[in-house]
């Protein structure tokens, strides 16, 4: 590829990007947006770069924005989750990088499936970086919506075989979700 295509590609790819991250402000009515541009980068240096989203999981909590910012910080805190992403006025709280080997006394395979292997699953065989963001937005009648994002990857310790992708189970959203929900209810 000519150094000019290769300048364009990479034009194209920041538009999109830029594109894809920008959103209108949120409203009473709408669903929370997905929480952040979360990209986990991989690739070889001067192999391609493979970008990739985890899902976002929503839950509906009956308490007003301000109050949930303010119990979401403290289930963070709770769960022992390192603040490294924190826009108080984006209302958006996570961690990135976070070495997951246990969490509420669980290990890293309740929260990730990264597949498993003769020795069993491989979460709990290999070094699991956790990324998670969630983010608030209010709705109408006085409730709040929380929207998490769980992306992952395994690392086998003193391999060759490099970085594997996990996918999450849902339960660290649910986990942050419960406790958020026991802030309120104190």
Same mark, same amino acid.
């Given at each position: ?23 209108p ?57 390192? *603040?490294? %992403?924190?826009?108080?006025? +984006?209302? @958006?709280?996570? /961690?990135? !990088?976070?070495?997951? #080997? ?25 070094? *699991?970086? %956790?990324?998670?963001?969630? +983010?608030? @937005?209010?709705? /109408?009648? !006085?409730?709040?919506? #929380? ?8 690392r ?7 970085v ?23």
């Amino acid at each position: 590829m000519t150094r000019t295509a290769q300048s364009g590609f990479v034009r194209i790819a920041a538009l999109l990007v830029l594109g894809g991250c920008a959103s209108p402000g949120p409203s009473a009515t709408t669903p929370v947006a997905a929480p952040g541009p979360v990209e986990l980068r991989r690739g070889i240096d001067g192999t391609q770069t493979v970008i990739q989203h985890g899902a976002v999981v929503t839950a509906t909590v009956d308490a007003r924005l301000q109050p949930a910012w303010t119990a979401l910080q403290a289930a963070y805190e709770d769960l022992g989750i390192k *603040v490294t %992403v924190r826009d108080p006025m +984006a209302r @958006q709280l996570g /961690s990135e !990088g976070l070495r997951l #080997v246990r969490l509420a006394g669980r290990r890293a395979s309740y929260y990730v499936d990264c597949g498993s292997d003769l020795s069993g699953p491989i979460a709990d065989n290999a070094r *699991v970086l %956790v990324t998670v963001l969630t +983010a608030l @937005q209010t709705r /109408s009648g !006085g409730t709040t919506d #929380v929207g998490t994002r769980v992306t992952a990857e395994a690392r086998y310790r003193g391999s060759l075989e490099g970085v594997r992708d996990c996918t999450s189970t849902g339960k660290l959203e649910a986990l942050i979700v419960q406790h958020l929900e026991g802030h309120l209810k104190s």
